[in-house]
């Protein structure tokens, strides 16, 4: 989407030094997470397995906040994701339900006040 508004608006789009900064230290935190998770699913665990896709994605913006864009929302949307991704590995059979309120509800709310605070002031 960033492409296309930057050709939109007649712009150049490149990843510059600091995105490939903040692209690899999340993606590092991501891939740990993802093989963390085939732990759980090989032991037929499969119900820990939203919590633990919670609390990595959390640690993820987290450790991205200092550098995302200056976007400082983006530190406790990752707080919330852990909560949510401890409460979900604390109740197991909660763990979907929980799962869409972290990558699901959260984000539509992040979006929103993205949008009107970025993008809304043309």
Known sequence: ???????REGLEFRLDAGSRH????????MVVGGLVCLTPLMNGLWNMVP????????????????IAF?????????YADIVLGITALAFAPWGIMLWAIGFGVIHIVWGIWFHI??????
Do not use: E, H, N
């Not at 903040?22 to 935190?29: H, I, N, Q």
């Not at 919590?51 to 200092?66: D, E, H, K, R, T």
């Not at 200056?70 to 990752?78: E, F």
């Open 1 to 7: 989407m960033s492409r296309q508004r930057a050709r």
């Open 22 to 29: 903040l692209l690899g230290r999340f993606f590092t935190v």
């Open 51 to 66: 919590g633990v896709m919670l609390v990595f994605y959390g640690l993820a913006m987290v450790v991205i906040s200092p």
């Open 70 to 78: 200056k976007v400082s929302v983006t530190k406790y949307i990752g």
């Open 117 to 122: 605070r970025f993008d809304g002031k043309k």
